[in-house]
């Protein structure tokens, strides 16, 4: 099995503007951005937890 091409990758970027049209994909952006930022930031909160547990074992 190989790697995805740039070939496979333009099709994959046609089929989705064609699917949610050029208005709509910067706001698919913004929310794709603000969930990532989103789950570092939870992740980030998550460790100072998890080593406090760990000293208490």
Known sequence: ???IGV???LII???V???FGGKKIPE???GFGSGIK????AA???QP???KEEETK
């Open 38 to 41: 989103e789950f570092k930031n």
């Open 1 to 3: 099995m190989s790697s």
């Open 7 to 9: 070939t496979e990758i």
């Open 28 to 30: 698919l952006m913004k």
């Open 17 to 19: 503007l064609l699917l």
């Open 44 to 46: 980030k909160d998550d």
């Open 13 to 15: 970027l046609a089929v």
């Open 49 to 51: 937890a998890a080593r």
